[in-house]
């Protein structure tokens, strides 16, 4: 069975200090993984994803993200933190291995950007 | 405008009824799910369909039905037998190819009362 672990509950960093926010997944063939964020009261917003290739991907507002294979992560990462990108952060995977769409989702991370 | 639209955004049902919360797309989506979302559990799956008239369910089924008569439309009901209800149930869609992400809908606050 997939799933996804985001280890940190929240996270607190300062505007124009880089932040990092972890992911680990777990499948049983390659993974597809895809980092959402989610502002109070409102659906998710598609950020970014890992299909293949570059190990480093490219998202929406400034976010990249970094898939290591060995380590089974794909932490989120953004050089320069604003106060708008407070939000909570969901990590996802998709193990077409399993032989479904079915996306699975981490805990979500609470990313606080401290003034 | 594209999207999936959820109605309605705050609903409130008294214990014992059941409820249908609505879920359209105009995406041409064959894939569509119900996540439920409560403080701490992020996303947990409840139904998701890939095609018409087939729906399987996801982690915590018990208490809901969906139905998929049309490909746009994906209704969820939670029923009475369903006993804790409270949450906030999202809505996503998708095209079946494993590389494409998930849409949502701004979700349905249930309370009941």
């Known amino acids: 069975a997939q799933s996804v672990a985001q280890p940190e509950d929240q996270v607190n960093v300062a505007e124009g200090n880089p932040l990092t926010v972890k992911c680990t997944y777990s499948?049983?063939?390659?993974?597809?993984l895809f980092w959402y964020v989610q502002y109070p009261n409102r659906g998710l917003q598609f950020l970014l994803k890992?299909?293949?290739?570059?190990?480093l991907v490219k998202g929406s507002y400034g976010f990249e993200a970094e898939f290591n294979k060995s380590q089974t992560s794909f932490h989120l990462k953004k050089p320069s933190a604003l106060v708008s990108d407070s939000a909570l952060y969901f990590c996802?995977?998709?193990?077409?291995?399993?032989?479904?769409?079915?996306?699975?989702f981490g805990k979500g991370t609470k990313l606080s950007v401290i003034p | 405008d594209g999207g999936i639209t959820q109605s309605p955004k705050y609903l409130f049902r008294k214990e014992g009824q059941n409820v249908t919360l609505s879920c359209e797309q105009n995406?041409?989506?064959?894939?569509m799910y119900w996540y439920r979302q409560d403080p701490g559990q992020g996303l947990r799956l409840i139904y998701y369909?890939?095609?018409?008239?087939?729906?399987q369910k996801g982690d915590i089924a018990e208490g809901y039905s969906v139905s998929r008569e049309k490909k746009e439309s994906f209704p969820l009901t939670v029923t009475s037998a369903q006993k804790n209800p409270t949450a906030f149930y999202l809505c996503?869609?998708?095209?079946?190819?494993?590389?494409?992400?998930?849409?949502f809908g701004q979700g349905t606050r249930l309370t009941v009362v």
């Open positions: 996503a869609s998708s095209v079946l190819q494993g590389s494409t992400e998930a849409f």
């Open positions: 499948v049983s063939g390659n993974p597809y």
């Open positions: 890992y299909i293949t290739g570059d190990n």
């Open positions: 996802a995977v998709r193990d077409l291995g399993a032989g479904s769409y079915q996306l699975t």
């Open positions: 995406l041409n989506h064959d894939a």
């Open positions: 369909s890939q095609i018409v008239n087939d729906f």
